[in-house]
T-cell receptor, first 115, second 110 residues
Framework: NAGVTQTPKFQVLKTGQSMTLQCAQD?????MSWYRQDPGMGLRLIHY???????DQGEVPNGYNVSRSTTEDFPLRLLSAAPSQTSVYFC??????????????FGSGTRLTVV | GEDVEQSLFLSVREGDSSVINCTYT??????LYWYKQEPGAGLQLLTY?????DMKQDQRLTVLLNKKDKHLSLRIADTQTGDSAIYFC??????????FGAGTTVTVRA
């Protein structure tokens, strides 16, 4: 049981490049989400999904796209990287059953630098 | 967006108790959480409390919830060097979204 797996762990991009951050979970969780973490700002929600085929925007969605074709995978795409997207990105998943307290399981993060 | 507030830094002597405070915004939040993040790692769920509880104890951890004041605290007894980390308070909203505070960096000194 691997939990939430994120790849890559580190990435350097040039301004204007595009890339996809991968996220996969093997816990059959319905809910998945992407956060970015910046110093002093906590975690901010980018996009989230409550199940396959359903996605929605969080508080900072501009410049990012997501899709959820399967329960397991929730990739995050940067369309045209900008220095302001330099951050640490976390993927998280959780069940949607109240009896399981909605506890999120986090991946280990992707550290992205845009130059 | 909603704001969960917590102080940014806490320094504590090894063996003392640490108390991290948080104020949240939504009185209808079902669960409130404390997460721990060690350097270079993801967030780890430390403990949680259901909204109909006032207190929860789990080994060295005690969570207190004051719903009237929307105040949540985490007490770590007998703080150890391994407790040095960033601690995040979080509350849950509709659609299962979690809103996090900015994190409290706890430094344990000998």
């Amino acid at each position: 049981n691997a939990g939430v797996t994120q790849t890559p762990k580190f990435q350097v991009l040039k301004t204007g490049q595009s890339m996809t951050l991968q996220c996969a979970q093997d816990m059959n969780h319905e809910y998945m989400s992407w956060y970015r973490q910046d110093p002093g700002m906590g975690l901010r929600l980018i996009h989230y999904s409550v199940g396959a085929g359903i996605t929605d925007q969080g508080e900072v969605p501009n410049g990012y796209n997501v899709s959820r074709s399967t329960t397991e995978d929730f990739p995050l795409r940067l369309l045209s990287a900008a220095p302001s997207q330099t951050s640490v990105y976390f993927c998280a998943s959780s069940p949607t059953d109240i009896d399981e307290n909605y506890g999120y399981t986090f991946g280990s993060g992707t550290r992205l630098t845009v130059v | 967006g909603e704001d969960v507030e917590q102080s940014l830094f806490l320094s504590v002597r090894e063996g003392d108790s640490s108390v991290i405070n948080c104020t949240y915004t939504d009185s209808s939040s079902t669960y409130l959480y404390w997460y721990k993040q060690e350097p270079g790692a993801g967030l780890q769920l430390l403990t949680y409390i259901f909204s109909n509880m006032d207190m929860k104890q789990d080994q060295r951890l005690t969570v207190l919830l004051n719903k009237k004041d929307k105040h949540l605290s985490l007490r770590i007894a007998d703080t150890q060097t391994g407790d040095s980390a960033i601690y995040f308070c979080a509350e849950i909203f509709n659609d299962y979204k979690l809103s996090f505070g900015a994190g409290t960096t706890v430094t344990v000194r000998a």
